[in-house]
């Protein structure tokens, strides 16, 4: 080997050590001839006249240990462990030149995040190198891979959402169903309540006529009084119905709920039994709310009652009022809202109960043991008082109803006590306004016999001009409900043209706003149908005598 | 370009000005509240709409967001995982910059559609060089005063930069005459 050729070999091998930084050389006795640039510092102790074996094993392609191994696999990738650090590994191919063998190659790294671990650098790859490039493809998709799914948790979070929010809409979707077709059930309701009411009031009315004139003693008079019951009981009905359809007429005032609840324990004790143990909780000061008192009533019984009902082997019954600051689809302005809780420990009901619960003549009692109105009795009386009824339940967990109504900002003065007034007329003139003629002669012929001086007409524009043409009548008995005029509006009339003039407005469906809101004049007053001869004697009693 | 630009807008205005105020830049650059994609290429426009919207919703000139983008860039990039491909550029402000062409055709390699600006060095001595910056895209100068403003941080040295736009030649261009001294602690850049 010439000088020249001696150093031209010198100058390939510095060549192939800087194209190839960790590149490795070594003779048929493995012993290191030439070393690649990077070894020096990454680690000096791979260097010329070390053994190969002793600083490397090779794990790919297996068995293999000498150079002959070597020689038959050139063609093949080569995977190397460096001894002194285990989790550095090279990888790359020999070339066989003149009885050497070159390592040709670099560190196995697939992640560019790794370099610093191992105390390397991007530029440890020589731009020929297309392992540096590779790493940096590598972490461009990492980072896609890091878009991909923040998008899909973002994905996942919004179906997530949207989810919730459908169901949430199904659920108003559901509640608007069940409102409207309970609302169409309370429109049928009071419409059948109206007429069924006037018919009711002829028969109770003539069965009070000829109670009068039955002696005592006479069987037929046992008879009658069956009448009677029968009619006081279909009047119940109906006013159940009433009830239901938001039509009772409620005489609403600032009501104490705590003391309206401790006033009612007692009776609410004696209707319940002995066998249900009953709690009333009622937090301190809260307030008071517009309602009627015999609503507030009738609702705490009804609920009670279905309580009782629903634990026929005893229980707890747990009646709480406590404030509340919210209540959905509230559509009042109010001072936050009272809630009162009925709370047992019975039977509790599935959902398909639940759905139909306040739905009139639902029941799940017996024959005869239900008229499947209590709680649609309820629910009407809670929206007349503009407030709002929630209820929970399973299948052997008893039941929980949140009735919620509005807290009033002000307590307006109570409204004084009624006045007993004997009954019967003096000759008195009074004019009667009925569209039912069947209505109309009952009260002619028992304001008759009572010794009024009664005129009548089935329609208020004749009355009117009856009014207009006769002497001035000491007081008006008006029904409510009637074809071309309402009574509200032919007590304006007729005032407009007598001035004022005691009235009484009677109605088995009061649509009339002014009578519902309770905000009558003080010479008018309202009877709901049907009514008792006596009780109608004693009211028109009572107005004329102011 | 790329949306790994767009996801930088983001992030500086979600990191400076909160998220309220990203969800307005990006309503009024009339853009779907839907993440970024860095490998996904978007309109050049979309990039300036937001530069545009911006400099509305904050009240700044979009050449002040350009810079402050530029700066942000140097610190988001090594964030968000080329970090080593910003160190293997160079270890000294000069290296690196001579470098960045290399750089970019390396990044090339991940993003084919890439069409990055070219920069050269000039008037090279140990603490003062022009770069000439050359770029498709009109109005970005800005832009690479921020740049350099974070890469003064990065080799922590403190950077005088003069802009200056050169239309004569056979490609017109910007160039930035820069000087710079060590921080303190700063052994030499």
Known sequence: MSGGNAKDSESDAQLVGELFPFSISFDGAMRVTAVGARWATFAPTV?????????????????????DDIRRHTADVFVMVLKSRPDFKLRGQ??????????????????ISDLPRFGLELSDFPPHDP??????????????LADLKSLAARLRATGAKMEAEMKLREQFEAQARQSQKLEAVARLAGGIAHDFNNILMAVQGYVALSLSRIPPGDPVRAWVEEIRKAGDRAADLTRQLLAYSRQQVLRPSALDLAREMREFEKLLRSLIGERIRLTVVCDEGLGFVWADGTAINQIVMNLSLNARDAMPGGGELEIRLR????????????DGFIELSVRDTGIGMDAATRARAFEP??????????????????????????GAIEVESEPGRGSLFRVLLPRIKSVEPVAPALVQHAAGGRGERLLLVEDEPLVRKLLEQLLSRAGYQVSSSGDPHD???????????????????????????????????????????????????????????????????????????????????G | MYGLINKAVEGLVRSKFGDATWDKIRTRAGLPDEPFISMEQYDDKTTYDLVGAASAVLGAPGEAILEEFGYYWTKYTAEAGYGELMKSAGKTLPEFLRNLDQMHTRVKLSFPHLAPPS???????????????????????????????????????????????????????????????????????
Request: glycine share 10%; proline share 5%; net charge negative.
């Open chain 1, 47 to 67: 260097r010329v006249g070390e053994s190969f074996l002793d600083h490397f094993d090779i794990e790919r392609p297996t068995e293999v240990r000498t150079c």
């Open chain 1, 94 to 111: 020999f070339v066989a030149r003149e009885g050497t063998l070159k390592f040709v190659g670099g560190p196995w790294i697939t992640r």
């Open chain 1, 131 to 144: 392992r540096g490039d590779f790493l940096v493809l590598l972490q461009t998709q990492e980072s896609t």
């Open chain 1, 323 to 334: 404030a509340r600051s919210d209540m959905p689809n509230a559509t009042v302005d109010a």
């Open chain 1, 361 to 386: 003549f639902f029941t799940t009692k017996e024959v005869g043991k239900g008229s499947g109105l209590g709680l649609a009795q309820v629910y009407g009386l809670v929206e007349q008082c503009h």
């Open chain 1, 463 to 545: 009355a009117l001009a009856i009014a207009e043409r006769e002497a001035p009548f000491d007081a008006v008995v008006t029904d409510v409900v009637m074809a071309g005029m309402t009574g509200p509006e032919f007590a304006v009339k007729l005032e407009e043209l007598r001035g004022r003039v005691p009235t009484i407005f009677m109605s088995g469906h009061t649509e009339d706003e002014f009578i519902r809101s309770g905000s009558l004049g003080t010479h008018q007053r309202y009877m709901p149908k049907p009514f008792s001869p006596a009780d109608l004697l004693a009211k028109v009693r009572e107005l004329l005598d």
């Open chain 2, 119 to 189: 920069f050269s060095v000039t008037d090279e001595t140990t603490s003062s060089l022009t770069l000439h910056y050359y770029s498709d895209r009109a109005g970005l100068a800005p832009l690479v005063v921020g740049l350099l403003r974070g890469l003064g941080d990065r080799f922590n040295v403190d950077i005088v930069t003069r802009a200056e736009r050169v239309n004569e030649g056979p490609k017109p261009h910007d160039l930035f005459r820069l000087t710079w001294t060590p921080r303190a602690g700063n052994a030499g850049a």
